[in-house]
């Protein structure tokens, strides 16, 4: 068969099969990273079939996922709420960085992974999925719980520690020296004090740079700008995902809502791409050798994440079932965890088992953390004896 219509009729297959594995996760109320991950398993090395004329095409395409997932995260944010988040979740977000970053080294350690494992399963472990929580408070109706804005306090001071972190992560896997980990560190931190400066005094003139009543003209100005500035910031060894990261916060307003509203479709389409690619280099014989660690790393950070957030809501004076809830609601692991431990793979430094862990850790947090969400009322009220919700006075 033409090598053309052979990567067609496969490329087709794959976005028809993620709509299937989309809809069937949507019906059972859950994220479909996990699905689109086993997606990428059933079709890589050592699954059922595996696709190698759309390779290339799916490679570039989950680049092209990474920087709208992040770009999309900092449209989220002004360089205000970030500051002001900064500001109040300090104390929560270190509690967090040390409880949630430990469990990932010490297993990475004990599997003999070594320092850069290290570093890499402590990113992977300490980051919550923001679009995971997101969209379970959404859906369970809790944006406007008193606890809420501890719980998204805590997600903007992760994602600022992705801004530092991923620097540091891209340098040690290119394998450079302190020398030049501290400049590529130096320089992230730099391009995020300037952004928000720029976003603080400035942002109007970004948002007008990039703005268009015309919707194709506004899309290409957008995508052709994030795409410009992650390839800057790859450039000079800072992570395509900071750069895309920067970019979102420095625009802002109307003009950052219209750019979320047009590029969703786009990020949903491309971030699918990235985790059916890490499922691709992922082989599924690996996985049973690691799943013992990854069950001890979904316990015992599922415990570490509720603490987290029973600590923060209390100091914000929630009530034991607002804490509990903040609590739950962190548990969820997704994109993040999947970008970094892609990074890890692109830069082939770490070996086929540090992929499997995090495959396997990934595909547990993304679906018990929804599940403890939704079951931590009816949980807390069998604990405590209460009445059921009804029948008291909400907290």
Not at 14 to 24: A, I
Not at 34 to 62: C, K, N, R, T, W
Not at 115 to 135: D, E, L, N, Q, R
Not at 155 to 173: G, H, I, Q, S
């Amino acid at each position: 068969m033409e090598e053309t219509a052979l990567a067609l009729i496969q490329l087709g297959a794959v976005f028809f099969g993620l709509g299937v594995l989309g809809r069937v996760a949507a019906r059972i109320g859950m994220s479909p990273i996990p699905l689109y991950l086993l997606g990428g398993l059933v079709f890589g090395s050592g699954g059922l079939v595996q696709l190698h004329e759309v390779d290339e095409f799916i490679h570039l395409a989950s680049e092209i996922g990474v920087i709208l997932l992040l770009l999309l995260l900092g449209l989220e944010y002004t360089a205000a709420e970030l500051v002001t988040g900064m500001r109040k979740s300090w104390p929560a977000g270190l509690l967090d960085l040390a409880l949630n970053a430990t469990p990932g080294v010490i297993v990475a350690l004990l599997l003999g992974l070594g320092p850069v494992g290290a570093i890499a399963m402590a990113g992977v472990t300490y980051i919550s999925s923001s679009g995971i929580v997101a969209k379970v408070l959404g859906d369970l109706g809790r944006l406007g719980n008193r606890e809420t804005p501890t719980i998204l306090s805590i997600l903007v001071f992760e994602d600022l520690a992705m801004a530092a972190y991923l620097p540091v992560l891209t340098a040690v896997l290119a394998g450079v020296g302190l020398i030049a980990g501290l400049w590529t560190l130096g320089i992230a931190l730099s391009a995020v004090t300037v952004v928000l400066v720029v976003a603080l005094r400035y942002g109007r003139y970004v948002s007008a740079l990039v703005a268009s009543d015309d919707r194709e003209i506004f899309l290409l100005k957008v995508l052709g700008a994030a795409l410009l500035v992650a390839g800057l910031a790859s450039a000079v060894q800072v992570s395509a995902a900071v750069g895309a990261f920067l970019l979102g916060i420095a625009i802002s307003d109307s003009t950052a809502h219209t750019a979320t509203k047009i590029l969703e479709p786009l990020r949903d389409l491309f971030a699918a791409m990235f985790f059916v690619l890490f499922g691709l280099n992922t082989d599924p014989r690996s996985i049973p050798p690691v799943l013992a660690w990854a069950l001890l790393l979904a316990v015992v950070t599922t415990a570490t994440k509720i603490v987290t957030g029973w600590w923060a809501a209390g100091r914000a004076g929630a009530g034991e079932m607002g804490r509990a809830r903040a609590g739950v609601a962190l548990v969820a692991r997704g994109e993040f965890s999947i970008v970094i431990a892609g990074l890890a793979v692109a830069a082939g430094a770490l070996p086929d088992s540090f992929t499997a862990l995090a495959t396997t850790y990934v595909l547990l947090m993304a679906i018990i953390g929804p599940v403890a969400a939704r079951v931590v009322e009816p949980v807390m009220r069998l604990l405590r004896g209460r009445p059921r919700a009804s029948e008291r006075v909400p907290e």
